[in-house]
């Protein structure tokens, strides 16, 4: 796990109350679960004054799109640096390569994770840099896979959109239950469940290859 909790209380500097705030929500959802969350309680662990927040954050929503944007920012970077790994392979290659760094990002952030796959909990629409990068990040998807089908690694004539839905479906799942705690019962035995994740990836992608041997 890569978000190891802080020290309780932290105070902040001058300039940086926005990024102190956002360090100790996390940190109260680490220790104590979603609902411990408030503006006032995240004000207390920054060690500013009740009222100091709330210009920056009016409501818990408000704060949790906040680290949702931290958390988006963070996973960018993270597939950004995977596909830029990986140019010399072929687009359906590559296209794995991007659901293995959502895997990877998301095991090691569990947090984060949560945070950013609960719509629920923040304001999605508000948020232009929420919105352009899964807008981002789905180009960047149908991209790869076009040219999967140019170069005959997928079937002419398959719809891309599908693909990219299952695509999203099999690594958010797995996502999903690695955060939830599953994979002590329904991993392989004897296997990580980064290793399994994986596995079951490359199983889904060499499945819908029309190119293999």
Known sequence: MTEPPGPT?????????RDALIAA????????????????????RAGVSPGA?????????????AVAEQAQERLGQEMAAALAATGGLDPLARFAETGAAYLR??????THFRIISSRRLIDFDSSPALREANAGLRDRITGLLQDAVRQG??????DIGHVR????????????MAADGHFPEWGVPGESAERSMRAALDLVIGRIRTDGP
Request: charged content about 25%.
């Open 165 to 176: 839905l299952a695509g999203r479906a099999l690594v958010y799942g797995l996502a999903r």
């Open 9 to 17: 209380r932290r105070p902040y500097h001058h300039g940086h109350l």
């Open 25 to 44: 929500a996390l940190q109260l959802i680490e220790e104590d679960g979603l609902d411990a969350v408030t503006v006032r309680e995240a004000a207390k």
């Open 53 to 65: 927040p709330f210009r920056h954050f009016p409501t818990k929503r408000a704060l949790l799109t």
């Open 153 to 158: 690694q997928l079937a002419a004539g398959t």
């Open 105 to 110: 990002w998301a095991t090691r952030n569990p």
